[in-house]
């Protein structure tokens, strides 16, 4: 079977829209072809589509049906499964889980999923790999510069503001219980995750796949994707990388092998607000506690048989550290990336050696 298609949250030292914003919209990974698989014979493609977390389109797109289920239902478990994931990670809901771990007791531990515990030891070990430039505690941050729950500001944050806000990110203040699958908050903390919700979500489709007996496809969350396998004559995935001026042309052509590939795309070119005529990014430092002012336009990220949520991650983390930073960083821990930088002339690209084997022609 095979599948393709498609149709990109806050984060630590790094945030990005919550996940019921349209604001991660911005996709810089669009399809050039529809794939299939060699398990099923079919010449057009099923797609299955909805939207995830009340705003991010997904999509799915498969050779055939599984013998043990109809289209109708297929679809319905599918976004079933996205709305499950909503009502564990959203923050725009005061019933989730996570907003329930947020309101525990400060110093007690908290049982929880599978999904919950899966994406905050994700995201920690992000965390621990950039100095906690990645950071999921970071909203108060978030929050002050307007890009969370609160309105845009008429002015910058002054410097107390700033601090005040610091003092109430840390992602070290999270406790995790490996052998029981616990979190603690060890200090008035609240988690958001939505910099990686979009690969929690598509790493839920991929097991609704899997359990159907669907092993070739193309799963999309907004900018996180998913391959496996084969199109239908044998070559493999293709995706693009589109140049971030609008024109909706590729910036370069990725090629993917058969193995199951996560892939996720950051940036923030779209997503800014404006203080006193300047633009300032949506993604926050929280070492500086300011959002970021590299030239970085975007950073992509392919992960050969690893969680779409950790790309996800490592996606909006090498953002945050931008292309130079980010390069070292991205080098010393095997991350094939992939960065596009604004220059006078344009843009340009720079990316690390493990990338290479993904550019096409």
């Known amino acids: 079977m095979s599948c393709v298609s498609s149709l990109t949250s806050p984060v630590g030292a790094i945030h990005e829209s919550p996940l019921q ?18 398990f099923f014979t079919s010449k057009e493609p099923i797609t299955f589509s909805g939207i995830a977390y009340y705003s991010m389109p997904w999509s799915i797109k498969i050779d055939a049906l ?51 515990f899966g994406a905050v030891t994700t995201a920690i070990s992000v965390s621990q790999k950039t100095q906690g430039v990645y950071d999921v505690t970071v909203a108060p941050l978030v929050d002050l510069w307007g890009f969370g729950a609160q309105a845009v500001p008429n002015k910058i944050p002054s410097g107390e503001a700033i601090q005040a806000a610091q003092a109430k990110v840390g ?29 929690v979500g598509v790493d839920a489709l991929e097991k609704v796949l899997a359990k159907h007996g669907v092993s070739s496809y193309m799963i999309s969350v907004a900018g996180t994707l998913r391959t496996r396998g084969q199109k239908l004559d044998g070559s493999a995935w293709r995706i693009a990388i589109e140049k971030p001026d609008g024109s909706g042309l590729p910036e370069r052509v990725l ?10 795309t950051s940036g923030a070119y779209r ?11 949506h993604t926050i430092d929280p070492r500086t506690g300011k959002p970021i002012t590299h030239k970085t336009v975007s950073v992509t990220v392919v992960l050969p048989k690893q969680s779409s949520q950790l790309a996800d991650a490592w996606a909006t983390a090498l ?4 292309a130079e930073e980010g390069y070292t960083v991205a080098v010393n821990n095997h991350i094939p990336t992939y960065y596009l ?9 720079k990316y690390t050696p493990e990338f290479k084997p993904f550019l096409g022609d």
């Open 341 to 349: 930088v604004k220059t006078a002339q344009g843009f340009s690209e």
């Open 255 to 264: 090629n993917l092998g058969a193995n199951v590939t996560a892939i996720s």
């Open 319 to 322: 953002n945050a550290l931008g």
């Open 271 to 281: 997503n800014y607000h404006e203080i006193d005529g300047i633009r300032y990014s």
């Open 171 to 199: 992602w070290q203040h999270i406790g995790i219980d490996n052998t029981q699958h616990k979190l603690q908050r060890q200090k008035d903390i609240e988690l958001n995750l939505s910099s990686l919700g979009e690969g």
């Open 66 to 116: 599984p013998k043990d289920v109809t289209a109708q239902k297929l679809q319905q478990e599918l976004q079933q499964t996205l709305d499950n994931a909503n009502k564990v990670l959203s923050t725009y809901q005061p019933d989730t889980e996570l907003m329930r771990f947020n309101a525990a007791p400060i110093g007690v531990w908290q049982t929880t999923s599978p999904m919950l």
């Open 21 to 38: 914003s349209p604001l991660r919209w911005f996709i810089f990974l669009s399809f050039l072809s529809l794939t299939s698989c060699s």
